[in-house]
């Protein structure tokens, strides 16, 4: 690693020591906590944040598609689409947090095929149903996942796919899809450890998704995280379809 890169990791690491402030509502403890690491977000979030590129390839996607991204942050994920994707398929992406969504703007300005939204995705509306709607990372850090998770799936055209890659836990009874197992000292850990940062670590969310769309697909996995001597963090990758 270079100088620059651990004085720009210094910044992100110092936010997430003094954790998600708290007080006010959800966007302006969102907009507190972004703001100084936006510019920074995607450097460090693409060593912290496994599974996006190997999810987003494993989708079947149409040319023309219409691909919604919910918690879309700056819209690094746009860039782990294929170029042909990119440039046939539309985008829209939905943020809530104003520093996040300022890059994403920035970086989208010349692109006619994608859109940029600020909007708490619990109360989420579009004029047109998606073929792809996309949570990455998002769903741990919304309060109101589950009225999320509803909407995200009432966008879906018929035979569209909801593609999902999370941090999770799975508890002393986990889903019988599940092959994981999940120690109490591992839980405890990292669930204390991404609850500082405003990140909520559990197995209530994939639950949800695996009754919410009976016909899917999962794996699950483990990713190192930078600056945690070799620690690995579970995560899932999930892609449920709405049927035909
Ligand atoms: C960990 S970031 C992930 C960003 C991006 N999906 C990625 O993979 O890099 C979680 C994102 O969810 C957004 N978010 C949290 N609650 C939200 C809500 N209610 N509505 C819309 N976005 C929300 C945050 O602002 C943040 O950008």
Known sequence: MRWSEGVRDAGVLWKLLRGMPGGGSHASRLDRFYAGQAEHYDAFRERLLGGRRELIASLD?????????????????????????????????????????????????????????????????MDRPADVVLLSYALTMMPT???????????????????????????????????????????????????????????RRLQRLLDLCPQHELSEHRHRLPWMAGLSVPYFRFVGRRAA
Not at 110 to 122: E, G, I, M, P
Not at 150 to 169: E, I, K, S, W
Not at 198 to 203: A, N
């Open 61 to 125: 996607i149409r040319p023309g598609s219409h691909i919604v991204e919910i918690g879309a942050g700056t819209g690094a994920n746009v860039a782990f689409f294929d170029a042909a994707r990119q440039r046939d398929c539309s985008f829209t992406l939905v943020d809530l947090c104003t520093p996040l969504i300022e890059q994403a703007r920035r970086r989208f300005a010349d692109r006619a095929n994608l859109s940029v939204l600020q909007a708490d995705a619990t109360r989420l509306q």
């Open 145 to 203: 996942w589950d009225a999320v998770m509803r909407r995200a799936a009432g966008l879906l055209a018929a035979g569209g796919q909801l593609a999902v890659v999370d941090f999770y836990l799975l508890g002393s009874d986990p889903p019988p899809a599940c092959r994981a197992r999940h120690g109490a000292l591992q839980r405890t850990f990292w669930r204390h450890w991404f609850r500082h940062d405003g990140v909520e670590l559990d197995q």
